[in-house]
């Protein structure tokens, strides 16, 4: 892999990587079982560059602000690296959120250029707000012949002859701006310094190497922080090779695996437990006998793996379930959210590791990761080299609230330093989450601090941000919790919002407004909608400006109403 | 583009199949996640056993921000 130390911006580290690999595969995309594209690093340049040399002519240089709305494929790879090359900041977006959420986004990054993909930009063009954008040149992929596109450009007619200039960034230059969250009320842009990106990447790697012949499979959004640095600047300043899928049907993910002989993959728990349950659903198709056999091999892999993983034991033990991941899968990566033990062990029993890391965006794509010395199912591992983690005003069982310091620790959050200065303090990063360091120096996580919930997918849903579905309700006034905010749980399973209502007085709750509640739910995308709601006997306690004061009517509820009293919709 | 009834009828009939619900428990207005209690990854694998069998192709994206039946029935027949 290329040495990051001698670099100072993940331009010019990609732009060596380019150079020194132009043999080797650096993006294959397939459609279903078609392959759409296949590069090697110098065709991956011979396509950005006209590109980079087309944002140069259009006025596009360092600092200036790039966004980029794709699902996973080779564009946005491209598009990011012709953005990086101009020394510009990227600023990749959700293409999971609504146009409204991607036009306010759009403003408060205020991003300049915006490289999208035909649909979303269609959807843009339609929504109200669409008149007040202030972008000054949009690229659009895909776009059907004829397309009406609203003044953007084609991307794939938007390139020049000719050399772009180079232009280099400091370590300390902005490289991105992340949204961790928070489109309805306060958007939270992380800004992210190059020396961020290149210290992340430096310490990932170092625990879970990338080599020319790696073949990572990209499946979660390229925007999240997971897979831009290990399904991006990972592989490419190794020399090794991305592979997007257009579509994540399971069965065609599940094709991919086999058809390229997958290396790594970073999954979301969701997918996880969904490989699980299909795995465990032909286990039980198996005629007794070959059952029996295949539990036996999966103990004897389980005793002979006990200390550290031995990939090439366990592919003979247990070649057919290797098969099914095409044979070469050496450890699937996932974090984000909270992982069931048991599903991480079962995948550990097969010989297919599952590095489960705790990070965020705000600090690093992984703060920890398990480094499989041995294999522990029960933490998020140990901190990675250069990172320090403390617990902060632990409890009598060590528990307390995780804060960060190291090189991945963004900058600030954009344009709000009142935010930023309660996030990082003396120069630690309070995460919100709870934690504990065990006898081994691994972190064990225990929950959230933050009324906030992280879902199965991944998403991070603060429940102050959707309150406005349900702007007019019936009811003299309501808010919305996330129960394991109201109920410390200790445990970061079960996670859910709940809608607090308090009535009118004489006021009772009808079927009527319980229809009213789950319609106005509905309008949420599925893994934002509240679970259950409560109805609570008192005013809510304000602030002078009539702002709900959270922590106070979380601690009252505490009080006077358990969790049980929750009734799910 | 209105969907026609028949789309619907077989999105519903192949649904209740499919995820093995009775049909008359399938309205078109139903929030589809919720009736037939699936994930997103449920929904796309949904999403193929409809492009099999209307012999069509839907991208992922034809489901984004779709829960009810009657508006997928509607980017189906789009695309009929």
Known sequence: MLNLDQYTCLGAALRDALDRWPNETCLIEADRDREKTRLTYSDFKEVALPLARALEDAGFSSGDRAAIIMTNQSKWLISAYAVFYRGGVLVPLDYKLTAGEHLQLLAHSKAQFLIVEYYLWRAITRSPEFKNHKLTKVLVTEAPLGADLAGAYRWEDFRRKGDPAFNPREREDVACIVYSSGTGGRPKGCVLTQENYLEQCKSLTALYPFWPGVQYLSILPTNHAIDFMVGFIGPFVCGACVVHLRTLRPEFVRDAFVRYKITYVALVPMILKNLERGLRGKFDELSAGKRFLLYRMIALNKSLTRKQPKVGVSRKLLSQVHREFGGELRAMFTGGAFVEPSTLQFFYDLGIPVANGYGLTEAGTSLTLNDLKPFRADTVGKPLPGVELRILNPDSEGIGEVAVHGKTVMSHYLDDPELTAQTIVDGWLVTGDLGRFDGNGHLQLFGRKKNMIVTEGGKNIYPEDIENVFDGLPVKEYCIFAANYLWPAKSLGREMLVLLLRLEQNQEFTDALKEEIVSRNRRLPDFKRVGGYLVYGKDFPRTASMKIKRNELAEDIRKVLGRAAVVEL | ?80
Do not use: C, W
Not at chain 2, 7 to 24: D, G, M, Q, S
Not at chain 2, 61 to 74: I, M
């Open chain 2, 1 to 80: 583009m209105t969907a026609s009834k028949q789309t619907l009828e077989e999105i519903l009939n192949l649904a209740a199949v499919h995820f093995k619900v009775p049909r008359e428990k399938l309205t078109s207005d139903d929030d589809f996640f919720k009736t037939l209690g699936i994930d997103s990854l449920q929904a796309l694998d949904l999403l193929t056993r409809l492009e099999n069998h209307f012999h069509i192709e839907l991208p992922d994206y034809e489901l984004q921000g779709v829960s009810d039946f009657r508006t997928l029935a509607e980017r189906i027949q789009a695309r009929l």
